[in-house]
């Protein structure tokens, strides 16, 4: 908790411009023997519909026009092997070329700063650098870079968006930028390096996710809904989320009793995640 609150600490005054902060060397992404594990969850409304499991790894290269690219290879739910996309480092740049024609977006810049607006992913988002902090993972020191960055009540900070110097976005190697995808949500879910587990998701208990335990959805109790502030979960929680309408995070916490006094109005989703897995509420603020 400690070594937590001077990264914290370390967060915000680089927000105020104070200091620079900088991992010990530059830790690529793009490195064979590199794996990631990553989750698209499916939804229709408030309703969870599916889950699909990616694996990529970094396999080879090729070379287009002069220039070389990483292959990055994968499969979906235990699919043949397959190339996903191929991809570029330079300096701290990561870009990802289509499979399809010649077009190259940026996918990451590890040598941005605070206060930097970039424009990331194939949907070309626009996203700040609110912070960075570094994270010791593998071994290593690692830049974290917080897009969208909040606190909740406790003084714990959230994001719409991570980046993990090395590793990549939270949700996935190649979804930075998703942020305001509609009809579901990606997530990393663990990263190897040569087979050894190098980080994992907190909030899941496995590199793969199967299905919902439907059981869980009677155990739970939530309550009151609707609320007019304060929210309570009665069962063993490891961390909840709650979006908005617009499938955006607004609040992330790891504690049973949720305050929403300072939202809106509004309907949101409750994602509870639990030590045996995933449960989704829906949940009115009056």
């Known amino acids: 908790m400690k070594n937590f609150r001077l990264y914290t600490l370390l967060a915000l005054l680089l927000m105020a411009g104070k200091m620079t902060i900088q991992a010990q060397e530059y830790v690529p992404i793009i490195q064979d023997g590199n794996e990631w594990n990553t989750l698209s969850v499916g939804m229709s409304g408030w309703n969870i519909i599916s889950y699909t499991n990616y694996v990529n790894w970094c396999s080879g290269d090729t070379i287009i026009n002069d220039v070389r690219y990483a292959k990055l290879m994968g499969t979906t739910d235990g699919d043949n092997p397959r190339l996903f996309s191929l991809l570029r480092e330079e300096y701290g740049k990561v870009w990802q070329r289509s499979l399809n024609n010649q077009t190259e977006v940026l996918l990451y810049d590890f040598t941005s700063n605070v206060g930097d607006t970039l424009r990331v992913g194939i949907f070309d988002e626009y996203l700040v650098v609110d912070s960075i902090s570094i994270e010791h993972i593998g071994g290593v020191d690692r830049k ?131 030590p045996s897995g995933v449960v989704t509420k829906q949940i009115i603020k009056n």
């Not at 199967?210 to 007019?228: K, L, R």
């Not at 309408?245 to 949720?258: A, D």
């Open 144 to 274: 974290k870079y917080w897009f969208g960055l909040e606190y909740d009540f406790i003084g714990d900070p959230y994001a719409v968006e991570t980046w993990t110097e090395g590793i990549g976005s939270s949700f996935g190697l190649l979804c930075s930028g998703y942020w305001g995808i509609v009809g579901g949500y990606y997530c990393a879910l663990c990263f190897h390096e040569n087979g050894e587990l190098i980080w994992q998701n907190p909030e899941y208990d496995a590199c793969t996710v199967t299905a919902v335990d439907e059981n869980q959805d009677s155990d739970i109790t939530i309550y009151p809904n609707p609320t007019n502030g304060l929210l309570y979960i009665d069962y063993d929680i490891t961390n909840v989320e709650i979006y908005n309408i617009l499938g955006q995070l607004v609040k992330e916490t790891k504690e049973n009793v949720i305050d929403l006094s300072a939202h809106e109005a509004s309907t949101y989703l409750l994602k509870v995640i639990t």
